[in-house]
């Protein structure tokens, strides 16, 4: 069982991904014969990116993001911890599922899986260890279509409010996703809500992904993105009051749930706020190297095999495609990160059958040399492998099934 309570395996003071000349070939030792594509979780590294996030939410309580982790066992471990409580899930199958061994899941994103919901009205303990997520009425009528109020279980409810910024200069800054902006509108939806026989509202989320998932020290940009994300911060911070305030005089609400891995900090300080979300910080992607205030650790990373030699300053692995999700640039791309001085190329980039790679650590590898790398989002790894190989020190301590090791695919 992954155990990161362990007193007797503390983080060093000088942790040992801080050099990468120790840590990845102590990786490749660990490893080296099994064959590639292998991927890795360092009980260390994984410890300490949990510490930190609790050191970085002020105290405030931590709900586990699922769709950034698909390990049952780091979900499991990480729970364990003081400071940790809850998962935010992101399908309602998904939900279901860990509804067997856990009873406080919050289901992120709305729900039309008409089979899940026949699955949850007949099952009275996942009605109450699960939450659903809503923000129009059309959720609620299609509820009801499955099973009216008076043939199922309450079903626990929370309000999805969108909280991007509206800048008039800029226009819309943030992701699309509920339609609820201003208080006066979410107060008139929860209304509307606790007036609906076989619901009870509990929650509200508001998810600041232009803070949370937006790098503010990267390139030339970051100086624009430091004051955007100030001016974000500020009007959420005013906003997200007013919702609270509005929606607690509809209904009593047992968690007001905000921020993400990028926006511990300020979720923390946000006295409105009884809970923050995270998940991607627990692994390490690399899309987190962009961000002034933290740095996790590469808990995760995967490596690949060297299978050709095209040219002489180009070494290609078999594999190497595995892009994270969001628009299709270079941050979505996994990173090489050893041998240090590798690039993917331009015209060819991560593939899905080959990756060529180029530098000048390229022209010192050969066929059968493994390549690390790190992806850019932390869950995504787990829909192509399944099972991480825990490391710890110089050896392999378990194997740690994905969602798909467990022959589940949710999404």
Avoid: C
Wanted: hydrophobic share 45%; glycine share 10%.
């Amino acid at each position: 069982m992954l155990d990161l309570t362990d007193e007797l395996s503390p983080v060093p003071v000088a942790p040992e991904w801080e050099d990468p000349a120790r840590f990845w070939p102590r990786l490749s030792a660990a490893t080296g014969h099994l064959p590639a594509p292998v991927a890795v979780i360092d009980r260390e590294a994984l410890r300490h990116n949990a510490m930190d996030l609790l050191v970085r939410s002020g105290g405030l309580p931590i709900r586990v993001a699922s769709k950034s982790v698909r390990v049952r066992a780091v979900l499991d471990a990480v729970l364990r911890l003081p400071g940790f409580r809850g998962i935010l899930s992101f399908t309602l199958d998904e939900a279901l599922w860990l509804a067997e061994t856990h009873d406080d899941i919050v289901l992120g994103y709305p729900t039309v899986d008409r089979a899940g919901l026949e699955r949850l009205f007949a099952d009275e303990r996942a009605a109450q260890r699960i939450t659903l997520m809503v923000d129009d009425p059309v959720h609620l009528d299609l509820i009801d279509s499955v099973a009216d109020p008076a043939h199922r279980p309450e079903i626990r409810v929370a309000i999805d409010v969108d909280a991007s910024w509206r800048s008039a200069l800029l226009g819309h800054i943030g992701v699309r996703r509920s339609a609820l902006f201003t208080a006066g509108e979410v107060s008139a939806f929860a209304r509307r809500v606790a007036a609906r026989p076989g619901f009870r509202l509990v929650g509200l989320q508001m998810y600041d992904a232009q803070i949370a998932g937006q790098g503010d020290d990267a390139g030339p940009d970051a100086p624009l993105i430091r004051a955007v994300q100030a001016r974000s911060r500020a009007e959420l911070r005013a906003r997200r009051a007013e919702i609270v305030s509005a929606v607690s005089e509809v209904a009593p609400l047992e968690f007001l749930n905000g921020g993400g891995t990028g926006s511990l900090e300020f979720t923390g300080s946000d006295e409105s706020l009884t809970e923050a979300s995270a998940g991607s910080g627990l692994l390490g992607g690399h899309l987190f190297d962009g961000y002034r205030s933290f740095r996790p650790a590469p808990a995760a990373a995967f490596a690949f095999d060297v299978v050709r030699r095209p040219a002489v300053d180009i070494a290609t692995v078999l594999g190497g495609g595995w892009i994270a999700s969001g628009p299709a640039v270079a941050s979505r791309q996994p990173l090489p990160v050893w041998p240090e001085g590798l690039r993917t190329m331009p015209r060819e980039a991560a593939g899905e059958v080959q990756t060529p790679l180029q530098g000048r650590a390229a022209t010192s590898l050969g066929v059968g040399d493994r390549v690390w790398f790190r992806h850019a989002k932390s869950g995504e790894p787990a829909e192509r492998i399944d099972r991480y190989h825990l490391v710890s020190g110089d050896e392999i301590i378990d194997e740690l099934p994905t969602y798909r090791g467990e022959g589940k695919a949710f999404l």
